[in-house]
């Protein structure tokens, strides 16, 4: 087993889709020694024994961008953007959906 650390940020992670991956993660041994970011815009839990850091994070906001790439776990290797406003709620605020589907992406990927 490798003593490689392995940190992993993961947006959107609140969601089901999210929480599905961090646990996946976990249970593979490909990924021994994993580090978790866990960011949305409320406040994810982290799986139970995870090495895991949350942030209540408005991703639309580059501070709030910047704070996911500063934690003790240091710089993710990969980054799993999955944040996003889906289908009733961007239609009722296509402007919305707009940022925080596209815009916040591309803050993310500025800084990643």
Known sequence: M???KSVVLITGAGGWLGGVLAHELLSDPNTP???LI???IVE???PE???AVTFKADL???EAVEK???TE???PDTVYAMHGIMSRGSEDNFELGLKVSQFSHLIMNSRA
Request: charge should be neutral; glycine fraction near 8%.
């Open 44 to 46: 994810p839990k982290a």
């Open 60 to 62: 639309c906001e580059r």
């Open 68 to 70: 996911l790439f500063e």
């Open 2 to 4: 490798s003593d490689k």
């Open 73 to 75: 776990f240091g710089v």
């Open 33 to 35: 020694n994993l580090h």
């Open 38 to 40: 866990l960011a949305d």
């Open 49 to 51: 024994g995870a090495k």
